[in-house]
Nanobody, 114 residues
Framework: QVQFVESGGGLVEPGGSLTLSCVASGITINGYTMAWYRQAPGNQRDLVATITTGGNTNLRDFVKGRFAISRDDAKNTVYLQMNSLKPEDTAVFYC????????WGQGTRVTVSS
């Protein structure tokens, strides 16, 4: 059974940084383009960033220049480095493949507030 376990969220002040981790089990991520998504309160889940098997990354405009996605296939883990956080980044963050092939994990909550 495929499972994603996200961690690293928390409460941070505007301008702060966090690094999220997503450990996958039941699959080997080296065969997939992986992605981070987020769901803000009252909103649908949105794609934030993707990383291909070759390490090519793509970030949505609203996080470009502030966030970075990376992967460690040996650890079956995907990361999201988030800098210059804004209150509008407040959301629950999830990882999955870029096609969201698998069941969603619990996510990790990020709250940006002073």
């Amino acid at each position: 059974q495929v499972q994603f376990v996200e961690s690293g969220g928390g409460l941070v002040e505007p301008g702060g940084s966090l690094t999220l981790s997503c450990v996958a089990s039941g699959i080997t991520i080296n065969g997939y383009t992986m992605a981070w998504y987020r769901q803000a309160p009252g909103n649908q889940r949105d794609l934030v960033a993707t990383i291909t098997t070759g390490g090519n990354t793509n970030l949505r405009d609203f996080v470009k220049g502030r966030f970075a996605i990376s992967r460690d296939d040996a650890k079956n883990t995907v990361y999201l480095q988030m800098n210059s956080l804004k209150p509008e980044d407040t959301a629950v963050f999830y990882c999955n493949t870029n096609y969201a092939n698998f069941r969603w994990g619990q996510g990790t909550r990020v709250t940006v507030s002073s």
